[in-house]
């Protein structure tokens, strides 16, 4: 059963495509090299953009739990209020 790792952040004050390029260029192939990872979604609340939310699903408890404690942001980039770790019931 797969295991998805919520992080809740607060994203830096930045223009839309310096957002995306940091994203593009450190967040994602971060996440992606992680072992078990499945796959990933990163969004930004339309309501509030300061606001953001990723979730990285990996194959089993330990890996998305390894993943929690090795992703972090780099220098400049969103602020990480919350990780959390779900099991996943189901994928659409």
């Known amino acids: 059963m797969p ?3 919520k992080f809740e952040v607060t994203l830096p004050e930045s223009t839309p495509e310096e957002s995306q390029k940091m994203l593009d260029e450190a967040i994602v192939p971060m996440s992606k090299a992680q ?11 339309m309501s509030a953009p300061s606001e953001g939310v990723g979730v ?3 194959g089993s408890e330990q890996q998305a739990k390894d ?3 090795a992703l972090r942001p ?3 980039g969103p602020e990480v209020r919350s990780v959390d770790i779900y099991e ?3 994928v659409a």
């Open 3 to 5: 295991f998805a790792v």
């Open 88 to 90: 996943v019931g189901a």
């Open 67 to 69: 993943a929690s404690e």
């Open 56 to 58: 990285v699903v990996f």
């Open 74 to 76: 780099p220098p400049g």
């Open 35 to 45: 072992a078990g990872f499945m796959s990933g979604v990163w969004m930004r609340r």
